[in-house]
């Protein structure tokens, strides 16, 4: 049987060393008793060592590194679209849905993406290569419509701008 140390250091391996340096210099810029206020970055951090999505082991590694509950962990993980709780394809598209993006033709994008991709929101393609997530707002109204594929913004979309953006994703 682990002790609870133990325990806690075997779930902290789960982290690569890479990723427990990323998340150390978040944890740097907050004041040492609040460590825990990393942990929207620590979550992302591992959910990208993990190819895009967060297990179980993985939240309990983070709440054991940053020395807080699994379960404050859960509510962050659970809480927020950026975090996935299942495998998604390589390139998840993130389609803004709220009231900008509606106004300017969102309904339009959805309805090319499910015709061009061949699967709903909230699902991957058979080949893992897209998954379709509908989202709030991601701060880039101005653009509207747009989604996000990984890190980049793409806005003002047509459905030629989706297609040539798709096209040119590996």
Known sequence: ??????????????????????????IAKYPPEQKRSAVMAALRIVQDQNGGHLTTELMDAV???LEMPPVAVYEVATFYSMYELEPVGKHK??????????????DEVVAHL????????????????FTLKEVECLGACVEAPMFQIGQTYYGNLT?????EILEGLD
């Open 159 to 163: 459905p030629e701008k989706i297609d």
């Open 1 to 26: 049987m682990m002790t609870g140390t133990t325990a806690s250091a075997g779930r902290i391996e789960l982290i690569s060393e890479e990723s427990r340096a990323e998340i150390d210099r978040w």
């Open 63 to 65: 709440a054991a590194y």
């Open 114 to 129: 499910k015709e061009r991709l061949g699967i709903g929101l909230g699902e991957t393609t058979p080949d893992g290569r």
């Open 93 to 106: 598209i993130c389609v803004c849905t709220n009231i900008s993006c509606m106004l300017r033709g969102s």
